[in-house]
């Protein structure tokens, strides 16, 4: 089983839906969870930092669950712009260091 | 926010060649960089962990001296490819750890480093 997975999509969703994604880890121990954006033949971009309580910004809201280990990210009213791949990283302090999911590829259709 | 600059961000270079790559915390003192290649359509695979005055921790299967890191400063890692070859064609990416105490603190990358061998 991988570390960190999420699945690679792609979602096809008009502009305006709702959209979530979740990615699952499997260390318990992981501690810190973000969320980040790659646009094709970019570097990634982080979006948001995912707090334990549940976190929004703006249109997008990231949450934790650690009983089942996974994170997800909620993406309201769709723009076109979203289209991107949104990839997962759980950083274990143990391992020092971060761990990426395959990320899941959005496109946002008009 | 945080910046991290990454050079040269394409390299087009014959076979046998060897390519050094820079990632430049610009704003903060980065005690942790990353070093991760990314092949068409793949997710990050993270290569190795560079620590600042010390040896770089690299993973499973990454060769040590093809890949040179240096780590000379709480600013600047280099990543060295050595005697490159085609197969090396990829996608670098070096990201960097602020030296908060906090246990979330993100990462953040560099532009990237295309690297294209003949």
């Known amino acids: 089983r991988k570390e960190v997975e999420q699945d690679p999509g792609p979602f096809n969703v008009p502009e305006g839906a709702t959209v979530a994604f979740n990615c699952t880890y499997s260390n318990s121990a992981s501690q810190s969870f973000f969320w980040y954006r790659q646009d094709c033949r970019k570097e990634p971009k982080l979006l948001m930092s995912v707090y334990s309580s549940g976190n929004e910004d703006g249109r997008f809201t990231a949450q934790l669950n650690r009983a089942s280990q996974y994170i997800s990210l909620l993406i309201r009213d769709s723009k076109l712009s979203d289209s991107a791949t949104y990839l997962c990283?759980?950083?274990?302090?143990?391992?020092?260091?971060?761990?990426f999911g395959t990320g899941t590829r959005l496109k946002v259709l008009a | 926010g945080a910046v991290v600059s990454q050079h040269p961000s394409w390299v087009i270079c014959k076979s046998g060649t060897s390519v050094k790559i820079e990632c430049r915390s610009l704003?903060?003192?980065?005690?942790?960089m990353f070093w991760y290649r990314q092949f068409p359509k793949q997710s990050l695979m993270l290569m190795a962990t560079s620590n600042e005055g010390s040896k770089a921790t690299y993973e499973q299967g990454v060769e040590k001296d093809k890949f040179l890191i240096n780590h000379a400063s709480l600013t600047l890692s280099t990543l060295t490819v050595t005697s490159a070859h085609p197969e090396d064609s990829s996608f670098y990416i070096c990201?960097?750890?602020?030296?908060?105490?906090?246990?979330?603190?993100?990462?953040?990358f560099g532009d990237g480093t295309r690297l294209s061998i003949l």
């Open positions: 990201s960097a750890r602020g030296s908060g105490r906090t246990s979330n603190q993100p990462q953040h």
């Open positions: 990283a759980v950083y274990t302090s143990g391992t020092y260091k971060y761990i």
């Open positions: 704003d903060f003192q980065a005690t942790t």
